[in-house]
């Protein structure tokens, strides 16, 4: 049976804002006496998520129902990506505080984690739409990848403590959503890939094109084997807050031991299809993945050569092999966050906004072709500044 068909049936009650108020006072998140306001502010295509203010403080309950709400029921998801979530934040905050929300509680029965409310902070993808986004969002994304991944690896973790972590967040049901919308479904002409007329033909030949698709199935291999390290897993700019002097991380319901190249190639992908949405952005996209890769590439280095307790990262040329490798996975999955984004069922507001089919569309065009150059080339391209090339060559309107 496979893992979100095993959670048919499950019964699974979502609180209304009236009943979630009751909730909270009863287990002290408010005095039973205050005037407590909540209000549905999820935009999230997943879960639901209350704000509840009180006199005080106002907080933030995230609730799961057992399918996608986007979709309904016809697709099960399980309710278990709650307390990844919170065990995740939870991890993230011993390596991390300064970059997730603080998580106030957990209760599996209702599916709830409670933390805290980001709202002085603008959601990534808005910010990037806008144009309003700080100067400094790209380089703490790069920090923060550096931290996670460094500190839930064998570089720096006991080698038993990392297999405890592997099978207590294993998260079976979430992974094989990625693996099926982000690393399948696209490549295979589906019926859950949405797109215009106008892409039939490339969605058609992304579907026969062998030499890619060996490519996506070696990429789809690395992403079910390669347990390196704890990563987000759903780290696209939709999941990030960002304000002036700080960066939040949030929402790693998708979490797993998995590819150190992962979660870069993601965020990195979400900034090129910013550009590629609003093409005047897209040279500072283009900075934003510089500012993000070496952020990356200097914290990590500097955790490898102070912190780690493998005796072989001291041999010579270790680190360099260890940072290419990363660097070509993180291509290739940019690649397939590219494609899947232009014509996959998670469609984002980046690609859509603009009505004029005649911009809308060699936009939506070139993220395919940007997508398929990153993942075929990924073992060529030594630098992410010899993408430059590739992007001066795009016209777009
Ligand atoms: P989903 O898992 O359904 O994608 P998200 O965690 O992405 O849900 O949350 C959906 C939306 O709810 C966010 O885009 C944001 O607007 C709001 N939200 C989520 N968490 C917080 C928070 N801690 N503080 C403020 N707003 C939040
Ligand atoms: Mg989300």
Request: aromatic share 12%.
């Amino acid at each position: 049976m496979s893992a979100l068909s095993s959670l048919e049936g499950t019964q699974h009650a979502l609180f209304t804002p009236e009943e979630i108020v009751e909730y909270a006072k009863k287990q002290g998140y408010f005095r039973e006496d205050e005037d407590v306001a909540a209000k549905e502010i999820g935009d999230g295509n997943i879960n639901y998520v209350f704000r509840l203010t009180g006199a005080n403080r106002s907080l933030i309950f995230k609730q799961a129902v057992p399918y996608a709400r986007v979709v309904g029921e016809s697709m099960p998801l399980p309710l278990d990506r709650v307390r990844i979530e919170a065990k995740v934040l939870e991890q993230y905050a011993k390596i991390a505080p300064e970059f997730v929300p603080h998580v106030y509680g957990l209760d599996e029965a209702r599916a709830l984690v409670v933390m805290e409310d980001l709202s002085h902070l603008q959601v990534g993808r808005t910010a990037l739409i806008s144009g309003t986004e700080s100067a400094r969002f790209a380089e703490d994304v790069g920090v923060f990848i550096a931290k996670t991944i460094f500190y839930t690896s064998d570089f720096y973790l006991d080698p038993a403590v990392k297999k405890e972590r592997i099978a207590e967040l294993s998260n079976p049901g979430m992974r094989q959503l990625t693996e099926e919308l982000v690393l399948s479904h696209p490549f295979a002409f589906h019926e859950t890939n949405v797109f215009e007329d106008e892409l039939r033909n490339d969605v058609l030949w992304l579907s026969r094109d062998e030499r890619l698709r060996l490519e996506v199935a070696k990429l789809k291999h690395t992403f079910m084997t390669k347990a390196d390290a704890l990563i987000h897993s759903d780290l696209h700019t939709g999941s990030i807050f960002i304000g002036e002097h700080e960066t939040k991380i949030f929402d790693p319901e998708f979490a797993f031991f998995g590819p150190f190249g992962f979660d870069l190639g993601q965020f990195i992908a979400n900034l090129f299809l910013n550009g590629l949405g609003t093409p005047d952005y897209l040279h500072k996209r283009f900075r934003n993945a510089l500012e993000t890769w070496y952020a990356f590439t200097d914290t990590f280095s500097r955790l490898w050569r102070d912190e780690s307790v493998e005796p072989y990262t001291k041999v010579d040329g270790y680190l360099s092999y260890l940072l290419r490798n990363i660097f070509s996975d993180a291509l290739g999955y940019a690649g397939c966050e590219l494609i899947r984004r232009s014509i996959g069922i998670a469609q984002i507001q980046d690609l859509n906004y603009e009505s004029d089919k005649q911009k809308r569309i060699p936009r939506r065009k070139a993220a395919v072709e940007l997508g398929k150059y990153l993942i075929l080339e990924r073992h060529n391209i030594r630098s992410l500044e010899e993408l430059e090339n590739w992007f001066q060559q795009l016209k777009l309107a």
